[in-house]
């Protein structure tokens, strides 16, 4: 397996900012997972359907052909512009809690990172802990509610609170920070202070 670097942590926790600014850096390829589950209710709710029927969501997760870079779509339809709506921030946990929407979508973030020529960066909430058990570095990305909330701007305390609970407190590759995981606050850090840990981790033996 080349390179991976896995960042993991809760909504507005910095997870796409810095693993972008990380990957740019090292040039290397960046992968944000989480649009991947919001391009797949996007289109779940284009298509009426509930979120919370299982088999019917499962099927569209599977079929899906979904890209992330440089704008995210499923099916060849652009959705970049709908996937971080309130609709989608109400529904997408509880598809990312659909066991067969998470082996579809980590069958392919396991393949993606497999074809890329050089190192990965890969971000979302079971990185470390299933999809790259094996990271070269693991990090855990944490920030206050407060922050964090103000970094979502619209979408608001509530909501993201709400969100934390439903992807910390799920039965299926619930949030967690991996044991060999190292974490970060970035309450009080910018992405380039931030990044430059990141880095001098990657290089410093363990
Ligand atoms: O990182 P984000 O806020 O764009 O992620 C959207 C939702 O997707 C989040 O509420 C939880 C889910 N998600 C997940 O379950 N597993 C991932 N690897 C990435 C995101």
Redesign the pocket.
């Known amino acids: 397996m080349s390179d991976v670097i896995a960042i993991d942590g809760p909504?507005g926790s910095g997870?796409?900012t810095v693993a972008r600014a990380l990957a740019a850096a090292l040039d290397w390829s960046f992968l944000?997972?989480?649009?991947m589950?919001?391009a797949v209710t996007a289109e779940v709710l284009r298509r009426h359907i509930d979120p919370a029927d299982e088999s019917a969501v499962a099927r569209v997760a599977q079929d899906a052909h979904i890209t992330t870079e440089p704008r995210v779509t499923i099916d060849g339809v652009d959705v970049e512009d709908v996937i971080r709506n309130e609709p989608v921030n109400v529904a997408?946990?509880t598809v990312?809690a659909n066991p067969v929407v998470r082996r579809a979508m980590v069958t392919r973030q396991r393949r993606w990172a497999a074809d890329q020529p050089r190192g990965t960066v890969v971000e979302?909430?079971?990185?470390a802990t299933v999809v790259f058990p094996d990271a070269t570095l693991k990090v855990f990305l944490t920030a206050s509610l407060d922050e964090r909330a103000r970094r979502r701007g619209d979408e608001g305390v509530d909501s993201v609170a709400r969100?934390d609970d439903?992807?910390t407190g799920r039965i299926v590759?619930p949030l967690r920070r991996a044991e060999d995981a190292i974490a970060i606050d970035t309450t009080h850090r910018s992405v380039q202070q931030v990044v430059e840990e990141i880095v001098t981790c990657l290089k410093t033996p363990n």
């Open positions: 909504a997870k796409s944000d997972t989480g649009a589950y919001r997408v946990s990312a979302g909430r079971d990185i969100r439903a992807d590759s």
